[in-house]
Structure formats: C-alpha cells, structure tokens
C-alpha cells in the first residue's frame, strides 16, 4: 500500500521565485538573467510506503542570503552598478552617467525624465536651466536637495538630442530606480513630467499630464504627485499657476507625514 505525499505546492513555488527575484533586484539594481522568465511550476510529489519515514537532509544555511542580510546594498554601491551598466544603447553616447544626488535619508524623492546636455558633462542630475529652476520650486517649499531631497531621473544617461527615452531604455534603467526607492525610503515621491509619470505608473502611450495632476497616487504605500516638468514652465508660462497648486497639494501632505517638516512650514508663518 502506498501514499502520495505533497512536499510543496506550485503557488508555494511561484512565491517563492518572486520574493527572490525581488531580492536580487535589489541587490543588484537589474533583473538577472536567471529571473527574466518565471518557470512552469508543479506540485512536487512522490511515493512513500506506509512504513517509511521521512527525514529531509539537513540542509546548511545559506551563506549569500546571510551575507546579505548582513550587508545589504548601499545607495554607494548602487551608484557604482549603474555607473558601470551598459544594458541599453544609451551607453554609447554618454559622457557621463547620472545616478541621482541628494541625501541618503530624504523626506522627498524627485523624479525626472532624464540627464540633458550640461548633466551628462557634470554627472549630477537637474544642473542646467530647468535644474535651476526645479532648485527654486523646492525652495519655495522648503526643499532643499542638500537637507530633505533626493533628485533622480527615469534613465540614468542622456538621450540623443534629449529625445524622450525609448520604451526599452525605461525598461533597462527600471530596476535602477526601484531599487533607489527601496533603499531611499522617501516619505513621498514628485513626479516632474510626462515621462516619469508613464514609466513610473506603467501607462502605455501618448498621456495627458492635466489629467492626473491634483491627485494622490501610491507606489508601494509612499504618495506620488505629479507635476510639470520645469523645461515646460520654461516653455509655457501659463503653466506655472498650476505647477505652484501642486506644489501647495505637495506641501500638505508632506506635513502630513514629516513632523519635522510641519514644523518648519509652522515656524515660517508665524514669522511672516
């Protein structure tokens, strides 16, 4: 007589898999080839008789997953990854990488499109005219990229001609970007311009930016807002009445969930 026992179920499996893909994506800032394509899982089964037993072999700790609990990524290390990452074409024109600058604990977490001509000589993002602009926009809330910020882009290194970047050139420099937000832990996130709001959100083809602004999204439980992008102010000054709406939507629910940054924003209007 004989038994079928269940050693582990194909849904038990397929969690498995993503939580370690979700790890190595950390980890390493890219997906590995290993993780690309999920496998086909099955129920795991196998014939005992009655009399038997089971002892599963004792299996030694694994020494990777301890070594990174222990060490997990740094935002350094990160930086140094996409530095050194040729995944996409914009590898071969770049002067400069760009992986973001700011504080490595920020209350905000800025997203761009991708670096211009002055930030691919520099290597910093938001540097040239709209950079300047985006530093006075901060500022008017009390932001600041060197006490509360975090500034990065959708891609890492310049588009030719500062086209918007490809679909796959997005894809290559995603894993990139989640990784920055796991590792930066921002206590809410501003979207600036169309191309963050479609790669970040996953939305295919031509967007309006009018229709989702004024509203809150969620990227894994921190808030998301969007805005123009400030070479559109440049642009059209008749964006800038709205641009400052949502900076103001901004602010409040930043003093929603910063403390430190309520009192601030207190302290300034019983200045004034």
Known sequence: MCYSLIIMK??????????LKAASGNCYGYTV??????????DDEIEIKETETINPPKQEPNIATKQEEKHPLSLEELEEKIKLCTRCQLCKTRTNCVPG???????????GEGPGEEEDKQGRPFVGPAGQLLDKMLASIHLDRNVNCYIANTVKCRPPYNRDPEPQEAAACRAFLDAQIHILKPKIILLVGK????????IQG???????R??????????????????????????????????????SKLMELSPEYANTIKSQFAGS
């Not at 194909?10 to 939580?19: D, H, N, R, V």
């Not at 600058?101 to 997203?111: C, R």
């Open 195 to 202: 191309v963050a709001l479609r790669n970040i959100m996953n």
């Open 206 to 212: 031509e967007i309006s930016l009018r229709r989702y």
């Open 33 to 42: 080839p290993e993780f690309k394509e999920r496998p086909a899982f099955k």
């Open 10 to 19: 194909a849904q038990e499996k397929e969690l498995i898999f993503e939580m």
């Open 214 to 251: 004024g509203q809150i999204y969620d990227y894994n439980g921190i808030p998301m807002i969007v805005t123009y992008h400030p070479s559109a102010l440049l642009r059209n000054a008749d964006y800038k009445r709205p641009a400052w709406e949502d900076l103001k939507l901004f602010r």
């Open 101 to 111: 600058e700011g504080v490595k604990n920020p209350d905000v977490l800025v997203i």
